[in-house]
């Protein structure tokens, strides 16, 4: 799990190039650096920066735009974070549909109760059924390094959503281990970019080829 600085992002002046359309996904994937109960020592801020509540729904637009018409959501939130994932899921386009969650092996941190579990939130936009009917709503997987995920959740994705659906992981730190993902995110080389909407990553400022002349610059033109 990583995080992005936002920033506004400045419509383009007439003549000035243009992000060009982006690619859309069928299934998005995200593990935002949620703040909530995570300063201090132990917590998350001691791995990398977070994010507020209304950055994350800030980024409602951008999931819009890259998310296909019909498409799924997979949404991970912690124990502290649970009520407010559903709000952050609604301000992406998604309706909250079920969660799933991962049982952990041992337990590890918590305030008042030790945490064994996880939870992922699966929403859906539009017309978008899923395609395994008879996945339970929970997976007992190993813990693995700080904040990644179990690989059997990938699995769980395919079966659901369809293996050959394109998929995008935000905020990912590594490259998903199965076939059709895309990623973004601050530690990684990201496929996609997220910078018209204010939140660039390091690997927007060494991208040259993601826009497009806008439409009636003359540019290309005989």
Avoid: C
């Avoid at 800030?58 to 939130?77: F, R, T």
């Avoid at 939870?119 to 859906?124: A, K, N, P, Q, S």
């Avoid at 590594?174 to 990684?188: M, T, Y």
């Amino acid at each position: 799990m990583t995080t992005t600085t936002k920033t506004a992002a400045a419509p383009p002046a007439h003549g000035q190039k243009t992000a060009a359309r982006p690619q859309r996904y069928g299934v998005i994937a995200a593990d935002p650096p949620w703040n909530v109960q995570q300063v201090g020592k132990l917590g998350a801020s001691e791995h990398y920066d977070l994010m507020t509540l209304d950055q994350i729904k800030g980024m409602g637009d951008a999931v819009q735009a890259l998310a296909e018409d019909n498409a799924h959501l997979y949404l991970w939130v912690t124990n502290a974070t649970l009520r407010v994932g559903y709000d952050v899921m609604e301000a992406w386009g998604f309706t909250p549909r079920s969660p799933l969650t991962w049982v952990k092996p041992r337990f590890t941190l918590g305030n008042y109760l030790r945490n064994a579990t996880e939870h992922v939130l699966f929403g859906t936009r539009g017309k978008a059924p899923v395609q395994f009917k008879s996945q339970p709503t929970w997976v007992f997987a190993p813990l693995q390094e700080h904040s990644v995920k179990p690989d059997e959740m990938y699995s769980i994705i395919d079966r659901v959503s369809g293996r050959d659906t394109k998929k995008l992981e935000l905020f990912a730190r590594r490259r998903p281990p199965a076939p059709n993902w895309s990623v973004w995110g601050n530690e990684i080389e990201s496929d996609v970019t997220l910078a018209p909407w204010g939140y660039p990553v390091p690997s927007d400022f060494g991208r040259q080829d993601d826009v497009v002349p806008e439409s009636g610059d003359g540019e290309g033109e005989g």
